[in-house]
Structures are given as C-alpha cells and as structure tokens.
C-alpha cells in the first residue's frame, strides 16, 4: 500500500517504516475503514490517468 501513495503522489522515494501492519495495530482500524481508504486511493488514481 504504502508504495502506491508513492505511485500515486509520483514521487520515487521508498517507504523503509515499519511494516503497516505493525505501525497500525494500535489504531483500531476494522476492515471497512481499510475498504474505504482502497475506495479513496481507486478514485485518485481514476481522476490522475483521466485528468493527465
């Protein structure tokens, strides 16, 4: 996941945090706040190809 924000925000650094998983298991993330953050980042690659 975190390499596509690179993808999507064209920037050509690499994420070298902790694994997500890991970084995150405290934040009481279910998986439907994880399905709408995949939604959001679907939607801002569809706008960035079409808008291009």
Known sequence: MENL???I???PC????????RA???MGITDA???RVVEYLNDAIWWT???R
Do not use: V
Not at 14 to 21: A, L, R, S, T, V
């Open 24 to 26: 995150h298991q405290t």
């Open 33 to 35: 706040h994880f399905n």
């Open 5 to 7: 924000l690179y993808r």
């Open 49 to 51: 190809k079409a808008y």
């Open 14 to 21: 690499q994420y070298d945090g902790p694994p997500m998983d």
């Open 9 to 11: 925000a064209d920037d």
